[in-house]
């Protein structure tokens, strides 16, 4: 599987963005799905997570209320819609994927075995 992880880019503080992540390779639906990410200096941190149909999905306590989670399995997809931004959401976001999800770890990276390359986003102040 493959994942492109695409939508990054810089935003005044209070705007908006949106992230994708195209999954190629095996059935979509199959793959529980996150996203996280890594500021300057600092470790990669989970951001949100969903479900194989999108019914459930969970947030970082920092992101809960300005991000959403959501997925299109018809079209092998997961998005990040983030709003309000603040500076300290400037970091590289990562899609991240599983076959394998162990039923509670969804904010731990080693749960997940599928990595996209990255999207750079810069909030300015």
């Known amino acids: 599987v493959q994942l492109q992880a695409s939508g990054g880019g810089l935003v005044q503080a209070g705007g908006s963005l949106r992230l994708s992540c195209a999954v190629s390779?095996?059935?979509?639906?199959?793959?529980?799905m996150g996203w996280f990410r890594q500021a300057p200096g600092k470790e990669r941190e989970f951001v949100a997570a969903?479900?194989?149909?999108?019914?459930?999905?969970y947030y970082a306590d920092s992101v809960k209320g300005r991000f959403t989670i959501s997925r299109d399995n018809d079209k092998n997809s997961m998005y990040l819609q983030m709003n309000s931004l603040k500076p300290e959401d400037t970091a590289v976001y990562y899609c991240?994927?599983?076959?394998?999800?162990?039923?509670?770890?969804?904010?731990?990276?080693?749960?997940?075995?599928?990595w996209g390359q990255g999207t750079e986003v810069t909030v300015s102040s």
């Open positions: 969903i479900s194989w149909s999108g019914a459930s999905t």
């Open positions: 390779g095996r059935t979509f639906s199959s793959y529980f």
């Open positions: 991240a994927a599983t076959l394998a999800y162990s039923g509670s770890a969804y904010y731990t990276f080693a749960e997940y075995n599928h």
